[in-house]
């Protein structure tokens, strides 16, 4: 007999369609006891159990206990119309699919009657006729290292399913557990469903007088009395109320009540446990004081745009350790989709993962309770959890991002999610163990056996070489099993709570957005990693697909991630079906048509179609101009500096201009500003100055009134960089006239205050007249337009952070101190005392910022903390995924400036270093870096600066 699950398809066509039993019950019902009850009624025991990958969780999970000796085939496709839509579960093989058999592998055809543990089906059951189907293979072939610091998952004789542990309650514990959720509320669903259980359960029981309904019903009443008298008990507590005032309230409510002996007392207890905790938690609230402001430090974002706790920033190892929690109680989709995304009752699940060695990094926190610390000790306690790299991961997400109902399946889905996510060496054995905090029904006793199968074996079927190796481990624990668990308890504790301070910690973890995902996150990798979560590697992606893959693929840094490996074996298949990549390199025109990508997502996508190009195809023109604007765009995103790209590019420009300018000028004059701002970082700044002169002759309507300001600002800052300064200022104030003149005055606003930070640079080199009040007060006029237009507090920008429209006006404000610091000596002053509050990031202009703290620090006569501000921003510039080879030399600069101000502190020159960068970017003014470092002589302050333009012309200082 063959067992088929909610949410099946038909069967196609090969298959005994004569012997198939469904289960009413799984229609109408989610309730464990009406699942079991439909189970308990098929009339024998079946081979095989079909589902399929819309199947819930807790149905795979029920009928794997049920009938363990089943076999499991799961249906991946989307309509099942196809044999190579069915998998079997047991050895991840496609139905049809022919494997020779290994030594390890026990012969177990689906079609052969399967024994279980308390008869064997009749007679055989065959499941196709066509096919050979696949063999069930009971253990895995490779035994991945087990971690010894994991306990042993339970066996299964010692463990009792979760349906069987309200059977196994005495009726008055019944009457309590029916009382007990009903005075929690049953306003969930969860709840509503759990007292049904227990109420169905006493119902059925035989031989029982028939008061005993009776008495279900009133303890389901009198737990809904007691959840309204505690809502108003904890009021009372809140408003002040005294401990003698409040137990007379008590005592007066239950007298009023009129209740016999055993229910007064059940009543009595629930409020005399309420009215405890309520006490106990005001007090901790008064202990731990109202504070909005944490003492967490903020995690700085990179310019890769990946949090250092993602998962994403892992290396691959031989054991994980993974720590689930939740916080909320909302778990099902119609009522979650009625919440608010912050509302502090909506589900969510976090999941810890801790990399082989965290042990060393982490200290233990053993009974560690997030919401009985004290603040202190959760700023604490987090501030070690996010300072330790590369072995601390965090993912989770809220019911928002859920398709199904249940905590159970979203459990099952961050599971999936931790594993789909982590980098993993397909050649290596791999183990992670996931420990999940009991919950409700599910606690330690509860076997997981079937549910670690069934994603195993699912993700095996998928990417069978990915997931060949791996090994998992379920098990649920209790709070305080695991030293460990509290710092997932308070990851879960900061996300759901709605207390200020808790949103302060959010907000400075940076784990929103990144790690904690919303609703609104389409683009990280993590989501992205969903679209793969039911395809199967040998079958190509939907067009739309394949290039939101791409589009995430910036955010991936590992070789070793889930998308690296599948775009790669994607494009091995796609290079020998031309017509899957023409409909790729087709859907990628059309989104280029209607101005919809993100241009480093586009470049990934076109060197991946590049890369995996099949005989016969080819590239259009206006493809090849894409496809030189994306490279451009990603290197500049990258800090990356590629001579033959720029240099190749460059030459086909005025091809460009020539024979693409009447199809599609705005493309032609976006590739002109890419290479552009990658000549420029490479040192060539002269490179594109007539080719831009060539775009300006045409009449302004030609490239519209944008791209044509955008082009006269680019040309301006060429001249501004090779000293044609006379040339420079008239285009930058006809660049600002020319966005003036937009109708879309908030691209104008944008575009006016970037082109007249340029402009303010440009005068700054100039001298004269950037050292007078009238030139200060246009730089405070400017510098407001960042501190909603108030200029008294422009000194905001001194603890500002990492945003683009916060550190480049705080570089420009620091820039025009140090140029004059007389002028600005009382800001000065304001922006040094604000030091105990400054911030810092790690990208560009970050270590310029420290370089100018450093000098203005000096000249405070603070002489050591100088020192170590020059030595904080040289550390930024050193070689790495962060620095391209401009700001390394920016770092060499940096060197001799703190080699001027501080002689004596052994500032010395690497040599080497200047002739690896002479190599990549010729155009280096070298020879006045080393003769800084030569040198005996101080330079005055106006020679400084006249340095500092010559090594770091124009706004590269």
């Not at 309730?31 to 819309?54: H, M, V, Y």
């Not at 700085?300 to 350790?321: F, R, Y």
């Not at 991630?561 to 796609?574: A, I, N, P």
Request: glycine fraction near 6%; charged fraction near 20%; include cysteine.
């Amino acid at each position: 007999m063959i067992l088929k699950l909610l949410n099946t398809p038909e069967l196609p066509a090969g298959f005994n369609r004569t012997n198939i039993c469904g289960v009413e019950t799984l229609k109408t019902s989610s309730r464990l006891d009406d699942i079991q009850a439909g189970f308990s009624t098929l009339k024998e025991q079946p081979s095989t159990i079909i589902g399929s990958k819309e199947t819930p969780a807790l149905h795979w999970f029920m009928a794997k206990n049920a009938f363990p000796q089943a076999a499991l085939v799961c249906c991946y496709g989307e309509d099942g119309s196809q044999l190579s839509d069915w998998v079997d579960l047991n050895t991840g093989d496609a139905l049809g699919e022919k494997k020779a058999p290994s030594k390890e592998t026990q012969k177990t055809p689906l079609s052969t009657p399967l024994k279980t543990n308390t008869q064997q089906s009749s007679a055989p059951e065959p499941v196709a006729s066509a096919p050979e189907p696949a063999a069930v293979s009971p253990e895995p072939t490779a035994k991945p290292p087990v971690s010894p610091k994991t306990p042993k998952v339970k066996e299964a004789t010692k463990t009792v399913p979760a349906e069987h542990a309200i059977s196994s309650l005495s009726d008055g514990a019944l009457l309590n557990e029916i009382f007990k959720f009903s005075s929690w509320g049953l306003d969930i669903d969860e709840r509503r469903r759990k007292v049904d259980d227990l109420i169905y359960e006493g119902m059925n029981r035989q031989g029982r007088p028939r008061p005993f309904t009776k008495r279900l019903e009133l303890a389901r009443l009198d737990g809904i009395k007691g959840h309204t008298l505690g809502l108003e008990l904890k009021k009372r507590v809140r408003a002040g109320s005294s401990e003698e005032e409040l137990q007379q309230w008590v005592d007066a409510e239950l007298a009023s009540l009129n209740f016999g002996d055993f229910r007064a007392y059940r009543m009595q207890r629930h409020l005399t446990l309420v009215k405890n905790k309520a006490l106990v938690y005001q007090q901790k609230l008064k202990a731990k004081g109202h504070a909005s402001r944490s003492q967490l430090k903020q995690v700085e974002i990179d310019k890769t745009g990946v949090h250092p706790n993602s998962l994403q920033s892992l290396s691959p190892c031989a054991v994980w350790d993974v720590l689930i929690d939740e916080t909320g109680n909302v778990f099902e989709l119609d009522e979650a989709e009625a919440l608010n995304s912050t509302h502090n009752t909506l589900g969510k699940v976090v999941a810890l993962v801790l990399a082989q060695g965290y042990e060393t990094k982490l200290p233990k926190k053993d009974k560690f309770h997030a919401t009985e610390a004290k603040n202190a000790e959760i700023d604490s306690l987090l501030n070690d959890l996010l300072s330790v790299k590369g072995k601390v991961g965090i993912i989770g997400f809220s019911m928002k991002d859920a398709t199904k109902n249940g905590w159970l399946s979203q459990i099952e889905k961050l599971i999936r999610t931790v594993i789909m996510l982590l980098p993993i060496k397909p050649e290596n054995p791999v183990r992670i163990n996931f420990n999940i905090e009991q919950r409700s029904g599910f606690t330690a006793s509860v076997n997981l056996i079937a549910l670690e199968e069934l994603i195993i074996t699912s993700l095996t079927a998928q990417f069978p070489q990915r997931f060949d190796k791996l090994h998992i481990s379920l098990s649920f624990i209790t709070k305080d099993e695991n030293p460990y668990n509290a710092y997932v308890d308070t990851l879960a504790h900061m996300w759901g709570s709605p207390a200020a301070i808790s949103k302060d910690r959010l907000k400075k973890s940076a784990l929103l957005g990144h790690c904690l995902l919303r609703q609104s996150d389409q683009q990280g990798i993590e989501k992205l990693t969903w679209i793969l979560e039911d395809k199967r590697i040998d079958a190509p992606l939907r067009a739309s697909e394949w290039f939101k893959l791409c589009e995430g693929a910036k955010f991936d840094l590992s070789e070793k991630s889930l998308l690296s490996y599948y775009l790669t074996e994607l494009g091995k298949k796609v290079k020998t079906t031309p017509d899957v990549w023409n409909n790729y390199l087709d859907y990628i025109q059309k989104r280029i048509s209607a101005k919809d990508y993100d241009l480093v997502g586009l470049g990934y996508g076109i060197n991946w179609l590049s890369s995996y190009q099949p005989e016969g195809t080819t590239f259009t023109p206006m493809m090849e101009l894409h496809h030189s604007a994306a490279s451009l765009a990603l290197a500049n995103h990258q800090g990356r500096v590629l001579t033959d790209l720029i240099s190749t590019a460059t030459t086909k420009s005025e091809q460009y201009i020539n024979e693409l300018l009447a199809e599609d000028a705005i493309a032609v004059a976006n590739l002109i500003l890419k290479i552009a701002v990658a000549t420029t970082n490479a040192y060539a700044f002269d490179t594109l100055i007539p080719i831009i002169k060539k775009c300006l002759s045409y009449p302004v309507e030609v490239f519209g009134l944008l791209t044509y300001s955008k082009l006269q600002s680019q040309l301006a800052q060429l001249y501004a960089f090779t000293g044609q300064d006379q040339a420079a200022e008239p285009l930058f104030s006809s660049a600002i006239e020319g966005f003036k003149k937009l109708s879309n005055k908030a691209q104008a606003g944008k575009e006016i205050l970037q082109t007249t930070s340029y402009q303010l640079i440009h005068q700054m080199k100039l001298g004269g007249a950037s050292t007078t009040e009238d030139f200060k007060a246009q730089v405070v006029k400017h510098l407001s337009r960042f501190v909603r237009d108030e200029p008294s507090k422009i000194l905001k920008l001194a603890t500002s952070g990492d945003l683009p429209m916060q550190k480049y006006p705080h570089h420009l404000m620091l820039r025009a101190m140090v140029l004059a610091p007389s002028l600005w000596q009382t800001e000065i002053d304001g922006y040094l005392a604000k030091q105990a509050n400054w911030q810092q990031g790690e990208s560009h202009p970050w270590a310029l910022i420290l370089a100018y703290r450093a000098w203005l620090m000096l000249g405070a006569g603070n002489r050591a903390e100088s020192l170590d501000l020059f030595k904080q921003a040289i550390a930024l510039c050193q070689p790495g995924e962060l620095s391209g080879p401009t700001v390394e030399w920016i770092g060499l600069v940096i060197t001799g400036l703190a080699k001027q101000l501080h002689p004596q502190t052994g500032f010395e020159l690497d040599l080497e270093h200047v002739n690896a960068l002479q190599h990549q970017m010729p155009g280096l003014p070298t020879a006045e870096l080393t003769e800084v470092f030569s040198t005996k002589t101080s330079l005055t302050h106006v020679e400084q600066l006249a340095w500092l333009e010559k090594c770091l012309p124009f706004n590269f200082h």
